[in-house]
């Protein structure tokens, strides 16, 4: 089974990301450095509502997901990877399409009109790079290179523009495992310290620098006992123990907490699709189930709203291992009980399926904008009118009810 060189080097340049390049910029590449700062006022604004970001790392096939099994291009498109009727939860009152049997807790939720599926979103220009392809979703820009000058995620664009508290963002690969949360025992701690110079002669002759960086963990000591004690006492109501589980775990604490992310990674799909989709797609389906449970039992499910959303979508056409490569246009997930439910954006054509991948039709920013003005009750101007970037605004319906 063959690969692409990009997907070969993603776990080395994960490491080398959350490493940091050297001691002497550990504590500025340490990601809960950046959970103190607040140098933006706070808005009275915005609904309270909890936003949460799943991003499906790889490149999702959405084409194994929402399936239009009807489609006479999509089967001979698909020989041994197309999914049949029998395969699919026909979608009620579109016989046209189906989401995969994999999915049970979607097909349910979207029955309940739960599920809004927003069709061929992207970007301009796609690239099919993974690297690429994840920033331009993060920082929320097209033009990583063209002097736009946004070195930061959307949300945390939002965050500082609207509601810059401690733990008004907290991603869950960052925070880990909450009990962990901090430096509890204090030789993570002790060690970030020396590296910046002899522990002895920082206390007898700190510098401003040197006192900011201390000052700064002690801060970090605070934070990282309130997020502990206010989560040691979180039971799920299922037994996994992934990015769901610390989302929910998050959720609990009461924290001020209006964007939650987390990702689910696996989807790059080049060989064995299916095999892979069979593993896959239920540890999706079924941890995705234990963290709607989690929310329904903290009372919290009917202010909340899941994004589900991946760097790319896949080919149309099946390759010989059998898989698919690095597509376009994918499509975007919202679950949560205040969702307008149902398929939204543009629907997929046998035209569509006759192009290498799905084009584009709407842009992943106008969903995202969507997300923060009519569910989190901000304006996402300042948030992506930056960089004298420009974009259609329109998914075409409204996404929430």
């Known amino acids: 089974m063959s690969e692409c060189k990009e997907?070969?080097?993603?776990?080395?340049?994960?490491?080398?990301?959350?490493a940091g390049w050297g001691l002497g910029a550990m504590a500025f590449a340490d990601p809960l450095l950046g959970t103190v700062a607040s140098t933006f006022a706070q808005s009275a604004g915005g609904t309270g509502n909890l936003l949460v970001l799943c991003q499906l790392n790889g490149g999702f096939d959405v084409l194994s997901?929402?399936?239009?099994?009807?489609?006479?291009?999509?089967q001979s498109n698909r020989p041994l990877l197309a999914l049949t009727q029998d395969q699919v939860g026909v979608l009620p009152g579109d016989?046209?399409?189906?989401?995969?049997?994999?999915?049970?807790?979607?097909?349910d939720l979207f029955a309940q009109n739960e599920v809004a599926i927003v069709q061929q979103v992207g970007y301009p220009d796609a690239n099919g790079s993974h690297?690429?392809?994840?920033?331009?979703?993060?920082?929320?820009?097209?033009?990583?290179t063209g002097g736009t000058g946004i070195n930061g995620h959307w949300y945390d664009r939002l965050k500082k523009s609207y509601f810059d508290e401690p733990f008004g963002v907290l991603d869950t690969r960052t925070i880990g495992d909450p009990e962990n949360y901090g430096y509890p025992d204090k030789s993570y701690r002790g060690a970030a310290q020396d590296a910046f110079g002899r522990l002895a002669e920082l206390k007898?002759?700190?510098?401003?620098?040197?006192?900011?960086?201390?000052?700064?963990?002690?801060?970090?000591?605070?934070?990282?006992?309130?997020?502990?004690?206010?989560?040691?006492?979180?039971e799920s109501t299922g037994e996994a123990r992934g990015e769901f589980y610390r989302a929910a775990k998050l959720a609990s604490a009461d924290l001020g907490t209006q964007i939650l992310k987390l990702s689910f990674g696996g989807f790059d799909t080049h060989g064995e699709q299916n095999t892979a989709q069979e593993s896959l797609f239920p540890k999706l389906n079924d941890e995705f189930s234990q963290f709607v449970g989690d929310l329904k039992a903290m009372g919290l499910w009917s202010r909340t709203c899941i994004c589900f959303y991946s760097e790319f979508g896949r080919r149309n056409i099946e390759n010989g291992s059998p898989g698919t490569d690095h597509g376009q246009g994918g499509h975007m997930i919202l679950v949560g009980p205040q969702v307008n439910g149902g398929l939204h954006g543009q629907r997929v054509t046998s035209a569509d399926l006759r192009e290498d991948s799905l084009p584009y039709y709407v842009d992943f920013r106008a969903v995202f904008g969507s997300c923060i003005r009519d569910w989190l009750g901000f304006?996402?101007?300042?948030?992506?009118?930056?960089?004298?970037?420009s974009f259609n605004e329109s998914v075409g319906s409204s996404l929430f009810r």
């Open 379 to 389: 304006d996402p101007a300042p948030v992506f009118q930056v960089g004298g970037e």
């Open 95 to 107: 016989s046209g399409y189906g989401i995969n049997n994999l999915f049970p807790t979607f097909i």
């Open 204 to 234: 007898r002759n700190r510098n401003a620098s040197q006192q900011a960086i201390l000052d700064t963990y002690a801060k970090i000591d605070e934070l990282g006992e309130e997020i502990r004690s206010r989560t040691e006492g979180f």
């Open 131 to 144: 690297f690429e392809s994840q920033e331009i979703f993060e920082f929320g820009v097209r033009n990583l």
């Open 7 to 18: 997907c070969q080097i993603l776990t080395r340049r994960s490491f080398l990301t959350k």
């Open 65 to 74: 997901f929402l399936a239009p099994y009807s489609n006479s291009v999509y």
